[in-house]
Nanobody, 127 residues
Framework: QVQLVESGGGLVQAGGSLRLSCAVS????????MGWFRRAPGKEREFVAY????????YYADSLKGRFTISRDNAKNTVYLQMNSLKSEDTGVYYC????????????????????WGQGTQVTVSS
């Protein structure tokens, strides 16, 4: 069973930055595509970003391009989300997710594509 544990959330003022981490308990981390999703208060969970197994392919929600950066360190079994220029609307619970490459993906922006999920970490941006 793959386990994911997010960390790095907290309270930050608008315009500030946070870096989230997701530690993955798995033998071969590099065979998983990793994604970040978030759930704002009163809203459904939405796509944030994903990164391919090699780290060479990344994709972001349109509204987050230029502010958020996803990266991974396969030697540490960890995926990161660097969040800059934070806005109040970025407030929410952030989740990391893993998609096993053994199963064919249609759309990695779709949360249904992912096989494993963390419990989430709270990010609160004050205005």
């Amino acid at each position: 069973q793959v386990q994911l544990v997010e960390s790095g959330g907290g309270l930050v003022q608008a315009g500030g930055s946070l870096r989230l981490s997701c530690a993955v308990s798995v033998r071969t981390f590099s065979i998983y595509t990793m994604g970040w999703f978030r759930r704002a208060p009163g809203k459904e969970r939405e796509f944030v970003a994903y990164i391919s197994w090699s780290g060479g392919n990344t994709y972001y929600a349109d509204s987050l391009k230029g502010r958020f950066t996803i990266s991974r360190d396969n030697a540490k079994n960890t995926v990161y989300l660097q969040m800059n220029s934070l806005k109040s609307e970025d407030t929410g619970v952030y989740y990391c997710a893993a998609k096993f490459l053994g199963s064919r993906a249609i759309d990695l922006m779709n949360q249904a594509e992912y096989d494993y999920w963390g419990q989430g970490t709270q990010v609160t941006v004050s205005s």
